[in-house]
Every structure is written in structure tokens, then in C-alpha cells.
């Protein structure tokens, strides 16, 4: 029986069949983390127990630090691993083990407030380029992964109107629309990978945090994503179908976890009810 390491790596490509390539390297960069945990990457693909598995989330949460949604990533990167493994009959069944449970409680969206301190912060750290991708994700509600294909395998339209990206988280082609501020701070990044640097762009993210929003674990970069899709939501009065045609989601469940509600909006369409 070869080993889970020996398994993963050699089927990572029909493990994850239909995923990006960055997908791809960040399931099995979780799969690494894995691997080196004791030597569970040397182990028989049929040789784990769910107890093996619950220490090695254990370490996440309680030595890394890792929250229980981050967690739950890593789960899910190991439950494709040993479906796949039943599926190629190496394994009988897989390992039964249990998932975090995290509380039902959305993540949030940027005040205008935190916008404008972003903002000043990014662009008085001597690291502008950042404050342009903070500009793209609030504007066009991408992914950080979307926005680094951007001037390598995505492309500005001739127009200058949508930035098509010919490959998504999952899978699927789209054309984002961009408004001016998006497409300047897009013009001005080039080739993003040229210029992104995943230590500083991540340690600035958390010197902010300290700044503005001290002991938040929901002030990251993703929650651009949210931010964007509120607004349309609340200020702009745009459905979620197409909501969720702009951010790449396949079902309007998912697209429901990105809305959040602001009170003064409910308020407004109420008193527009005038019944």
C-alpha cells in the first residue's frame, strides 16, 4: 500500500479534477502541512484512524492558531484525499472523523469608517500596490486569488469594461464587470504577480487589524468580497441572481452568505412602502 504522501501527489491532478491550478497548490500545501505532523505522510493511505486525524486538527486550532473555519479547509482537503482513495478501491471506506463546528455567525462587511483608514494606512505604508488590490476587491468583489491571475492569464477587454479570467476557484470561466476605480487601480498593478509579495501583503493586513480593528478575526482581506456585495445589495438595490453572476457563485445560497443587511436600508425600503 503506498503511502498517503506517495497517493496524493500522484493524484492530485483527479483528487481535485476541474479545480484551478492555484486551487490545486493550496489544497496541497494543507495536504504538506499534513504530511509533516508526526510523519503522517509516510503512513499507508488505509492505515488512519479518526483519532489521528482529530490531533492533527487539534494542533491547528490549539498550536497554530488556526480558527475553526481554516480548520474545516484543511478537513476538506483530507476528505477529498480519502474519497478519492475509495473511489480508486485502495481504501474500503474513509476515515470518519469530525469537522469543526463553527457558530453560525456571518462574517462582516467594511464600515465606510474602515474603508477610508484602510486606505490611508495602505497608502502611507510605502507598499501602494496594496491599496490598489484592496481597491480591485472592493470594487469588483474578486478573489485575491482572481486578482493576482490579473495581467498573466486574465485580460482587460478591449473596452476596458470587463476583465475576463479564464479560470475561477471553481472552475468556471467569467468576464468581471469594472468600473473606473477598479480598471485605474488595475492599469496601475500591471502584472500583479510582478509586484505582490504574500508576506508583506499579509503582514500589513495584520498590522491593520491591530490598528483598527484589534482581536477581529473576520478583518481580512475576503471580507472585500462581502463588502461588495452588501453594497449592491443594500445601497444599489441589485438582486442577488445578479449579485451573485458578478462574484462567480454558482447558487444563490452561497451568494446569501455574502449579503449583509444594513438597518438604515430596511429602514428605507419601508418607509418607501407607504402603504
Known amino acids: 500500500m503506498e503511502t498517503i504522501r506517495e497517493f496524493t501527489h500522484a493524484e492530485k491532478r483527479n483528487i481535485w479534477e476541474g479545480s484551478s491550478d492555484r486551487h490545486i497548490a493550496e489544497s496541497m500545501s494543507k495536504m504538506q502541512k499534513f504530511f509533516e505532523f508526526q510523519k503522517y505522510g509516510d503512513k499507508p493511505l488505509d492505515s488512519f484512524k479518526p483519532r489521528q486525524i482529530h490531533v492533527f486538527f487539534n494542533f491547528l486550532e490549539d498550536d497554530l492558531g488556526l480558527s475553526l473555519s481554516t480548520v474545516n479547509r484543511y478537513a476538506a482537503a483530507l476528505s477529498s484525499v480519502f474519497k478519492h482513495g475509495v473511489k480508486e478501491e485502495l481504501i474500503s471506506h474513509a476515515p470518519d472523523f469530525n469537522w469543526k463546528k463553527v457558530k453560525s455567525e456571518r462574517p462582516r462587511y467594511f464600515t465606510d469608517k474602515e474603508i477610508e483608514n484602510l486606505y490611508w494606512f495602505f497608502n ?124 462567480g457563485h454558482r447558487s444563490q445560497a452561497t451568494t446569501a452568505k455574502y449579503v449583509h443587511e444594513n438597518k438604515d436600508a430596511l429602514l428605507d425600503i419601508v418607509e418607501n412602502l407607504a402603504l
Not at 509586484?195 to 508583506?200: G, T
Request: glycine share 8%; aromatic share 8%; with cysteine.
Open 124 to 247: 502611507n505604508s510605502g507598499e501602494t500596490w496594496v491599496a490598489d488590490i484592496f481597491t480591485v476587491g472592493l470594487n469588483t468583489g474578486m478573489r485575491l486569488g482572481e486578482i493576482l491571475q490579473a495581467g498573466d492569464t486574465a485580460f482587460i477587454s478591449s473596452s476596458k469594461k470587463f476583465l475576463h479570467l479564464p479560470k475561477t476557484k471553481n472552475g468556471d470561466a467569467r468576464d468581471v464587470p469594472l468600473n473606473r476605480k477598479a480598471l485605474e487601480a488595475l492599469q496601475r498593478l500591471g502584472r500583479v504577480k510582478s509586484v505582490y509579495n504574500h508576506h508583506k501583503f499579509y503582514d500589513l493586513w495584520h498590522e491593520a487589524r491591530d490598528r483598527f480593528a484589534k482581536g477581529d478575526p473576520n478583518f481580512v482581506f475576503h471580507i472585500c468580497r462581502h463588502t461588495c456585495a452588501s453594497r449592491m445589495a443594500n445601497e444599489h438595490k441589485v438582486n442577488t441572481l445578479i449579485i451573485g453572476k458578478i462574484l
